[in-house]
Nanobody
Framework: QAQLVESGGGLVQAGGSLRLSCAAS????????MGWFRQAPGKEREFVAG????????YYADCVKGRFTISRDNAKNTVYLQMNSLRAEDTAVYYC??????????????????WGQGTQVTVSS
């Protein structure tokens, strides 16, 4: 059974940094698009960043460009989200997800097939 497990969330002050990890197991995700999404209380799940299998293509939501960096280590079947200059509005549960059907990043959550359980990120102002 394919599984994605996020880690690295926590409480950080505004301006600080966190690095999220998403470890995949059960199948090889190296050729699939991987994405990070987040969901704040009372809000819809939103796209944060994505990376295509060829590692040359990365995409970011406008609100995180220049602050967040997505990367992947196919040998470890792991995707990372480095988050710098965190703001209070970045507070949310962060989810990683895998899209098995496309070769490039699609920012819509309905396109993704596997999801992790989420990790809480709380930024205090």
């Amino acid at each position: 059974q394919a599984q994605l497990v996020e880690s690295g969330g926590g409480l950080v002050q505004a301006g600080g940094s966190l690095r999220l990890s998403c470890a995949a197991s059960g199948r090889t995700f190296s050729t699939y698009v991987m994405g990070w999404f987040r969901q704040a209380p009372g809000k819809e799940r939103e796209f944060v960043a994505g990376i295509s299998w060829n590692i040359g293509s990365t995409y970011y939501a406008d609100c995180v460009k220049g602050r967040f960096t997505i990367s992947r280590d196919n040998a470890k079947n792991t995707v990372y989200l480095q988050m710098n200059s965190l703001r209070a509005e970045d507070t949310a549960v962060y989810y990683c997800a895998s899209d098995l059907d496309t070769i490039d990043v699609v920012p819509s959550p309905v396109e993704y097939d596997y999801w992790g359980q989420g990790t809480q990120v709380t930024v205090s102002s």
